[in-house]
Each structure stands twice: as C-alpha cells, then as structure tokens.
C-alpha cells in the first residue's frame, strides 16, 4: 500500500513539474535542435562556397598561364565580389596588381593592393598587400603614402622590410640622415647571409 501511495505521490510531483516547467523544456529543446540544424547547414554552405572559391582561382591561374588578361579580370572580380571572404579573393587581387604593374597602371595596382589590406584577416597577407603597395606607391613617387602604409605595417617578420622601405621613401624625400637610420634599423633585424641584407646594406653604404 506504501508503495502504491509513493509512485502516485511521484507521479503527482512529476506533474506539477511538468505544468510548471514543461513548455519552459520543450522550448529549450526546440531552440538546441534550431541551432544544430543551424550549425550544419552554416558549415555545409561554408563547404560549398569553399569548393566554388577554390574552382574560381583554379580557373583563374589557368587564364594567367594562357595570359587571357579579360578572363582572368573577370574571374579575379568574381572572387573579390562574391567570395571576399576567402584567401583565394586575396590572392586573385594581388594577381590582378601584379597585371596592373606589368601594364603600368600603377593606380590600379595600388588600387587592388589596397583592397587586400582592408580584407585580409591574415596578418602576413596583409603585411605582404601593405609592402607591395608601398613600392607601388614609390613607384608614383608618393613616398608620404607610401610612409604612412609602411607605419601601419605590424607583422613581425616584414618590420625589417618595411624599414628598408622607410629608407627608400626618405631618399625620395630628399630626407638623408632619417634614410641612413632606416636602412640600419632594417639591417640589424636581417639576416646577415641573405639576398636583401646584402642589398640594403649596399643602399647604406651610397649615402
């Protein structure tokens, strides 16, 4: 009898918890089960318009290699305007700027080098954007710009080449004391068996 009493005493509790709590659980449950649902197709979409980036880029190397200049413009647009967010739009401008060089639309090359430092997530590719835009920009003979990009430069491993940079940028300045600091603060941070350490050294050593 006791124990009869006992399960429809729980059974009772369970019930009022039920009343109680019952449509709190089932909405708990439901909002789980959106965000799973949700998470999955987040990452199913992300694996689609991973593949469709990687095809894009893939194509577009291909029409770098057959020097189709308007598909691998279009191709290249295609990717900064519907895939920005993924590396292969970063890399697609950076080939867009290299064109731009070859044909000495330096603006132009400016112009997509600096569409890669305002998109780029990866600090050593924005570093690279912000480098190869500051050669562009003295190429222009803009060495105050060019100054300013070289600034903003944070990656550890380009400081040593955004100091050299500095240093070409000072001499455009006619600025030569401030070009001797540069060079020598990039030369410390070299490596003293490489290529550019030789280089900047020698760019020292003119003035």
Known sequence: MDYVENTHEVAERVKRWWGKYGNILITIVIIIMVVILGLQYWHKHQYK???????AYENLLSSTITKNHVQTQGLANQ???EYSSSPYAKF???ILAQQAVNDNKLPLAAKNLQ???GHA???TIKAVAQLRLSRVLLAERKAQQALA???EVTEINMLAMADSLKGDAFLVLKQRS???LAYAKALQAMPKNSVLYEYT???LYSL
């Not at 318009?49 to 095809?55: G, K, P």
């Open 115 to 117: 569409w890669v430092v």
């Open 201 to 203: 050294q020698m760019k």
């Open 121 to 123: 997530k990866s600090a």
């Open 149 to 151: 990009i070289l600034h």
């Open 178 to 180: 401030k070009a001797k």
């Open 79 to 81: 990717l900064m305007q």
């Open 92 to 94: 697609a401008a950076f």
């Open 49 to 55: 318009v991973a593949s469709q980036a990687s095809i």
